[in-house]
């Protein structure tokens, strides 16, 4: 496994507050990785930190190798994209194509492959570039916002929260289109989320913070099993984890929809049969 991300002991404060307290964690090259917690946990604090948008008071931070402190964020942008909690944040341009466009130039691209990655991107996202980003709705500049990345070809995309305020429809089509990225040009991804369903469904593994400290980090459906660390960070599983775990399974064992209710249907049986027996 090629290392993208290492924290070493990581401490963060402002005055006399410490936002985040001796975090270490790795994160490899093409993962998929949740980051949860209670509100106020730090989680919008640890990726600015690894953006390089703030630097650490204490402990190390290596993107690909090198340290935050010795990078300037512009440099550190070109290889890595960051979905603000609040798109809002990120959007200026007066129509879409603009908004994507912008930028491109100075990293580099030239017009011609700025041009295609505009337009495959545009296509990819199903985004109509004549329209301003200001006259959408929280869903679709949602999408812009992760367009803006995507046109960038980051290696590691830090998500805060990208589904929030999403419908069920739009959070399903946003995240399919961070797992497809995943899967296909493999960009690392970093996303914090306080949905457990989509973290169950599209990350392997799942950091949990909180007050500052990483409290749990490890297979997905492993680390929603242990209550304690969730309890300590107000998070409730998932709900096949949950019944998975009621019926006595093992992690991995049976845990989506389907291989639950095969399990569940073939138990009745054997239930059933046992009382006809008896
Ligand atoms: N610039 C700042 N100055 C002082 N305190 C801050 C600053 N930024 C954040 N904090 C505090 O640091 C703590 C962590 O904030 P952070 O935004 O990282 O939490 P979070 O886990 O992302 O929370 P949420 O789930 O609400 O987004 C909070 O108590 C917050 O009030
Ligand atoms: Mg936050």
């Not at 093409?30 to 640890?46: C, D, M, R």
């Not at 300590?232 to 006595?248: C, D, K, N, T």
Request: one cysteine or more; charged letters at 25%; glycine letters at 8%.
């Amino acid at each position: 496994m090629t290392e993208m991300v290492r924290l070493s002991n990581v401490s963060y404060s402002i005055e006399s507050h410490v936002l985040i307290n001796g975090v270490s964690l790795r994160v490899d090259k093409g993962e998929f990785v949740a980051l949860a917690g209670e509100n106020g946990a730090g989680k919008s604090t640890l990726l600015k930190l690894i953006m390089g948008l703030i630097k650490p008071s204490d402990g190390d931070i290596l993107i690909e190798g090198t340290s935050t402190r010795r990078q300037k964020v512009s440099t550190l942008a070109r290889s890595v994209g960051y979905l603000f909690q609040n798109p809002d944040r990120q959007l200026f341009g007066a129509t879409i194509r603009q908004e994507l466009t912008f930028g491109l130039d100075f990293l580099g691209v030239s017009k011609d492959d700025g041009e295609r990655r505009v337009n495959e991107t545009l296509e990819l996202l199903n985004l109509n570039p004549d329209r301003a980003p200001t006259s959408l709705s929280r869903g679709e500049r949602q999408r812009v916002a992760l367009a803006s990345l995507f046109v960038r070809r980051p290696t590691l995309l830090l998500l805060d929260e990208p589904t929030t305020g999403l419908d069920y429809r739009e959070c399903s089509q946003m995240m399919n289109q961070v797992a497809a990225l995943n899967r296909e040009s493999g960009v690392t991804v970093l996303m914090i989320t306080h949905d457990m369903e989509v973290a169950l469904d599209f990350s392997e593994r799942m950091m949990v913070l909180s007050e500052g400290k990483l409290i749990a980090d490890g297979a997905t459906r492993s680390v929603m099993r242990d209550e304690t660390s969730l309890r300590r960070a107000s998070l409730v599983p998932a709900q096949m984890v949950a019944l998975a775990q009621r019926l006595g399974l093992a992690p991995g064992e049976a845990d989506d929809a389907e291989s639950l209710a095969d399990w569940i249907a073939d138990n009745a049986r054997g239930g059933a049969d046992d009382a006809r027996h008896s």
